[in-house]
């Protein structure tokens, strides 16, 4: 089992530029969390997805984030126009189910930078 | 909203010292409760989980009990090694969606 794969593991871009990042989460899994880390904000829940269905995006910034999971095997989070507030790294977890008890594994991260 | 309050940011010991790092939380709901570990350029690791009250999780030597009263998870270790040396988080879930709320994490050094 290869774990939460996530590509790039860095991405560094410029202001207004686009960023596209990629999440594979382990097979059979059907539940897909994606989390920002800052220094400042720590760990933030950003976006949900349940059997490939988006669920909760309410930690998404509104106008130049989204987020999609066209088939069951990868999920992207795109940040459109990016700033340099937009640095951090972005990181992709799994469980088997959804629900409040089952565990997530997470990915190494996406670290953005953003000049 | 819900949310987890670590004491401590930074933490020193040295090898066989006794582990202790207070986790309190505050949720409207009943949540699980989780201990990652994280590593220097990885994404953090499941260390263990309690769902309920008075339920221990435990791995690697680390343990702590779900106290639902008291609102805490606080994690321990009899006898710490250099390679314990991580950032600690304390997690709990909530019910319906399983999102995690992290704590803010403690940074846990240990010198041989």
């Known amino acids: 089992n290869a774990g939460v794969i996530q590509t790039p593991r860095h991405k560094v871009t410029g202001k207004g530029q686009e960023a596209t990042l990629w999440c594979e989460p382990i097979?059979?899994?059907?539940?897909v969390f994606w989390y920002r880390q800052t220094i400042v904000q720590g760990l933030e829940f950003l976006t949900y997805?349940?059997?490939?269905?988006?669920?909760?995006d309410s930690g998404m910034p509104k106008e130049r984030f989204s987020a999609q999971m066209p088939n069951q095997s990868h999920s992207t989070l795109k940040i459109q126009s990016t700033q340099p507030q937009d640095s951090a790294v972005y990181l992709c977890?799994?469980?088997?189910?959804?629900?409040?008890?089952?565990?997530?594994?997470f990915g190494p991260g996406t670290r953005l930078l953003v000049l | 909203g819900d949310s987890v309050t670590q004491t401590e940011g930074q933490v020193a010991l040295s090898e066989e010292d006794f582990l202790t790092i207070h986790c309190n939380y505050s949720?409207?709901?009943?949540?699980?409760l989780f201990w990652y570990v994280q590593y220097p350029g990885e994404g953090p690791q499941f260390l263990f989980r309690?769902?309920?009250?008075?339920e221990k999780g435990s791995s690697r030597g680390f343990e702590a009990t779900y106290n639902k009263e008291a609102t805490s998870f606080h994690l321990q270790k009899a006898s710490v090694q250099e390679s314990d040396s991580a950032v600690y988080y304390c997690?709990?879930?909530?019910?319906?969606?399983?999102?995690?709320?992290f704590g803010d994490g403690t940074v846990l050094t240990v010198k041989p």
């Open positions: 977890a799994s469980s088997l189910v959804w629900g409040g008890s089952d565990t997530q594994y």
């Open positions: 097979s059979g899994h059907s539940a």
């Open positions: 997805f349940r059997n490939q269905a988006p669920i909760d």
């Open positions: 949720a409207s709901g009943y949540p699980a």
């Open positions: 309690a769902s309920r009250d008075k």
């Open positions: 997690a709990l879930s909530e019910f319906n969606t399983g999102k995690l709320t």
